[in-house]
């Protein structure tokens, strides 16, 4: 049986149900380190991963394609531009059971899905395609609000290790690696997002047979942002002892922004990123 099983004609879900399950999984989750996490697999109903599969057969031209040291041949598609089936599942991990699910799990209340999918949405890496170790962007600029949670569910059949794309989990001094997930057909991974959640997929997808690695991604929030915190993009890290590189871009725009009063910054940050800076 699936571990969150919805319903593949209608994707519903009995809500104390939801909770039951998230309650269940709650004293892994919370105390997994360097940081809260979970890998479950088995998560949805095998029907509902094969009929993402064939909506995604063809996808539509991506929202995002990356072609840069730290983020090489990865495109994101939005789930609103997805075949009905998929965008009704986004829909319903959107939803209030899925919320529920997630808050006994972490603990965290007060949980908000984005309704604009900001980074989420189906993510397809290619051959030679890596996402290196880095921390995400920790505000919902559109909605002013503090990111806090990662879901991923992977769409791989028959994946293997070495076959590359495993997700990896670094603690937080970016000295050693914590743990390591095959992105296996139906296996599901949520964590905790802050600073220095370091993770990524850094080993660069290496399928014999040219297929891509597959996943479902989706973000939440928390209405606990304040003007005495400090945004950022996305923070790349290299990890030890390999050829990754530094985030040069970022870099310099951290520079100018705690070097340029912030009334003038917010005049200029627009301008500056069209320009590459």
């Not at 296996?184 to 964590?191: D, E, G, S």
């Not at 370091?198 to 297929?211: I, K, L, M, S, W």
Request: proline share 9%; net charge neutral.
């Amino acid at each position: 049986m699936p571990v969150y099983p919805l319903d593949p004609d209608t994707l519903s879900i009995d809500t104390e149900l939801c909770r039951t399950v998230g309650r269940e999984r709650a004293g892994s989750y919370q105390s997994a380190r360097p940081y809260n996490h979970i890998c479950v697999d088995n998560f949805l109903p095998e029907a509902i991963v094969e009929r993402v599969r064939a909506d995604i057969a063809s996808l539509p031209a991506p929202e995002n394609s990356f072609e840069r040291p730290q983020e090489n041949l990865k495109s994101s598609y939005n789930p609103e531009a997805l075949p009905f089936f998929s965008k009704s599942l986004f829909h319903a991990l959107n939803a209030r059971p899925f919320i529920l699910f997630l808050e006994e799990m972490t603990g965290i209340k007060g949980l908000i899905p984005d309704p604009y999918y900001i980074g989420a949405g189906i993510h397809k890496t290619l051959n030679g395609g890596h996402l290196d170790i880095h921390a995400d962007f920790n505000l919902h600029r559109q909605m002013k609000l503090e990111r806090r949670l990662n879901v991923l569910i992977y769409l791989n059949p028959d994946w293997r290790t070495e076959w590359g794309g495993s997700f990896e989990i670094w603690d937080k001094a970016m000295t050693r690696k914590e743990a390591s997930f095959t992105p296996l057909y139906n296996r599901m991974v949520c964590f905790s997002t802050g600073s220095d959640t370091f993770h990524g997929n850094p080993e660069p997808v290496n399928h014999p047979q040219g297929e891509p690695r597959l996943s479902i991604a989706l973000y939440y929030y928390t209405a606990t942002w304040d003007d005495s915190r400090k945004a950022h993009t996305t923070l790349f890290k290299p990890r030890p002892g390999t050829v990754d590189q530094t985030d040069r871009l970022v870099a310099r725009r951290a520079l100018v922004q705690d070097i340029v009063p912030p009334i003038i910054y917010r005049r200029i940050a627009g301008p500056l990123r069209r320009i590459g800076l």
